[in-house]
C-alpha cells in the first residue's frame, strides 16, 4: 500500500555536524509537509511544499535549516549546524490538493526520523 | 493566534465508550482533524470536520460545533489496541492553506 517513507529512521550526530532528513512522498501527492514533534511544543509545522514549491517555511530557523525537493519523489530537510536543541522527531507528511478542493489536503505522516544531537 | 486546549491523559475500560474533547481558538476555520498516534509511531488520520454534526467511522465519531469552537473524539467499544495519543489539529486558513495546528494530544489508556 501507498506510504510515506523517510530514511534515516534514527540520527545520533554530535553538535555541529550537518543532518539531511529524506523523505518520499505517497506517489501522486504534491504537497509535503515537514512537521516536527517535541514533548514540549508537540507537533509544528515547519515548511510545506505544493508542486515542488515552497509556500511556507515560517516555522523554520532559517539560519540552519533548509528544506528543498529536488524532483517530485525526494524532500529533504536539512540542519547545519545542528545544536542539541534540535532532538526531536521529524516527520514528513504527504497529501493531494485538488483544484476542487481549495480547502486544502489531509496530510499523512511518515514514520519519522528521531533525531539526537550531542 | 491559535489555541487548541485537549486533556493531556484520560483512562477507560475495555468495552466502554470514552469521548475525548477539544477546543479550539483561531483566526479563522477552515477544518479540524482528528489523529491517532501510538508511541514512538507516526500519526495516523482519523477523521476530518468542516462542517456542524456528527462524522461517523465504524467505532469512531467526531463532532464539529463551530460556534462553540468545540469538537469531541468518540470511540465506542474500546479495545486495548486504542490505547494512544489522539492529536486535535485544526486548519485555520482558507484558499487553499494547509498549515495545520496540532494540540499537544491526549493521551488515551485502556484498561481491563
Known amino acids: 500500500d501507498a506510504r510515506v517513507t523517510q530514511t534515516p529512521r534514527h540520527k545520533v550526530t554530535e553538535m555541529g555536524q550537518e543532518v539531511t532528513m529524506r523523505c518520499q512522498p505517497i506517489l501522486g501527492h504534491n504537497t509535503v509537509f515537514w512537521y516536527r514533534q517535541t514533548m514540549m511544543q508537540g507537533l509544528e509545522l515547519l515548511a510545506y511544499?505544493?508542486?515542488?514549491?515552497?509556500?511556507?517555511d515560517s516555522g523554520m530557523p532559517k539560519d540552519r535549516f533548509s528544506a528543498e525537493m529536488p524532483d517530485a519523489t525526494l524532500a529533504t530537510l536539512k540542519i547545519q549546524p545542528s545544536e542539541p536543541r534540535d532532538s526531536a522527531v521529524y516527520f514528513c507528511a504527504s497529501g493531494l490538493a485538488r483544484q476542487a478542493t481549495p480547502q486544502g489536503t489531509t496530510p499523512f505522516f511518515g514514520p519519522g526520523t528521531r533525531l539526537t544531537v550531542l | 493566534g491559535q489555541n487548541i486546549d485537549q486533556p493531556t491523559e484520560m483512562t477507560a475500560t475495555e468495552g466502554a465508550i470514552v469521548q475525548i474533547n477539544c477546543t479550539y481558538q483561531t483566526s479563522g476555520f477552515n477544518g479540524l482533524f482528528w489523529y491517532q498516534q501510538h508511541a514512538g509511531e507516526a500519526p495516523t488520520f482519523l477523521s476530518y470536520?468542516?462542517?456542524?454534526g456528527l462524522e461517523e467511522k465504524g467505532r469512531f465519531s467526531s463532532f464539529l460545533s463551530r460556534s462553540k469552537g468545540y469538537s469531541y473524539l468518540l470511540l465506542k467499544e474500546l479495545q486495548m489496541k486504542d490505547s494512544a495519543s489522539y492529536l486535535c489539529?485544526?486548519?485555520?486558513?482558507?484558499?487553499?492553506?494547509?498549515?495545520?495546528?496540532f494540540g499537544t494530544g491526549t493521551q488515551l489508556k485502556v484498561e481491563l
Open positions: 470536520n468542516v462542517l456542524d
Open positions: 489539529a485544526v486548519r485555520p486558513f482558507t484558499g487553499g492553506g494547509n498549515k495545520l495546528t
Open positions: 511544499f505544493r508542486n515542488r514549491a515552497p509556500l511556507d
